[in-house]
Antibody, heavy 122, light 113 residues
Framework: QVQLQESGPGLGKPSETLSLTCAVS?????????WGWIRQPPGKGLEWIGS???????YYNPSLKSRVTISLETSKNQFSLRLSSVTAADTAVYYC???????????????WGQGTLVTVSS | DIVMTQSPDSLAVSLGERATINCKSN????????????LGWYQQKPGQPPKLLIY???TRESGVPDRFSGSGSGTDFTLTISSLQAEDVAVYYC?????????FGQGTKLEIK
């Protein structure tokens, strides 16, 4: 059974870089599937940040592309999100998620982590 | 980018009654080569991540009760809960995955009347 768990600092300062990790258990991320990040500001809706395939192909939301980097750490079976130059508007619960079908980003997210709240404040 | 709009924003339904949530996209989500609608539905309870209920607009995810059903095609879709149970209180989101970036509706909050 595939499980995902996010981790990272819960608090960041404006202009800093936010770094989060998603640990995957029950499946090797170097085998198949795209892996993604989605965020949800408190009390608001869901926004897709980006995704990555084990081949290294990445897809980013154009609204965040200049500030986002997603990478795989296959030796640790985890993937990471870096978001630079953060502001209060980046305060949100950050989820990592697995795409339902291997080999495509054109699919739903069938497994989600529990999410981690990141607050950006000076 | 594809914009997803849900209606209503909130809904109160009596236990055992039918609940209907609508989702509209500003572009067709029907891919002609495979005749599939690239649309999913999620349920999110307080303090929990979203849970996939429906994909391809009408295919129920494994383990999802059969009182949940999805319908529609092209730009107009519906999630129906045939007989509302107390545990169905949640926010429901539709999501298109026809094109990148994938996008979600604003959510519909479902409560018990």
């Amino acid at each position: 059974q595939v499980q995902l768990q996010e981790s990272g600092p819960g608090l960041g300062k404006p202009s800093e870089t936010l770094s989060l990790t998603c640990a995957v258990s029950g499946y090797s991320i170097s085998s198949a599937y795209h892996w993604g990040w989605i965020r949800q500001p408190p009390g608001k809706g869901l926004e897709w940040i980006g995704s990555m395939y084990h081949s290294g192909n990445t897809y980013y939301n154009p609204s965040l592309k200049s500030r986002v980097t997603i990478s795989l750490e296959t030796s640790k079976n985890q993937f990471s999100l870096r978001l630079s130059s953060v502001t209060a508007a980046d305060t949100a619960v950050y989820y990592c998620a697995k795409y339902r079908t291997g080999g495509t980003v054109y699919d739903a997210f069938d497994i989600w982590g529990q999410g981690t709240l990141v607050t950006v404040s000076s | 980018d594809i914009v997803m709009t849900q209606s209503p924003d909130s809904l109160a339904v009596s236990l055992g009654e039918r609940a209907t949530i609508n989702c509209k996209s500003n572009q067709s989500l029907l891919y002609s080569s495979n005749n599939k609608n690239y649309l999913g539905w999620y349920q999110q309870k307080p303090g929990q991540p979203p849970k996939l209920l429906i994909y391809w607009a009408s295919t129920r995810e494994s383990g999802v009760p059969d009182r949940f059903s999805g319908s529609g095609s092209g730009t107009d879709f519906t999630l129906t809960i045939s007989s509302l149970q107390a545990e169905d209180v949640a926010v429901y989101y539709c999501q298109q995955y026809y094109s990148t970036p994938p996008s979600f509706g604003q959510g519909t909050k479902l409560e018990i009347k």
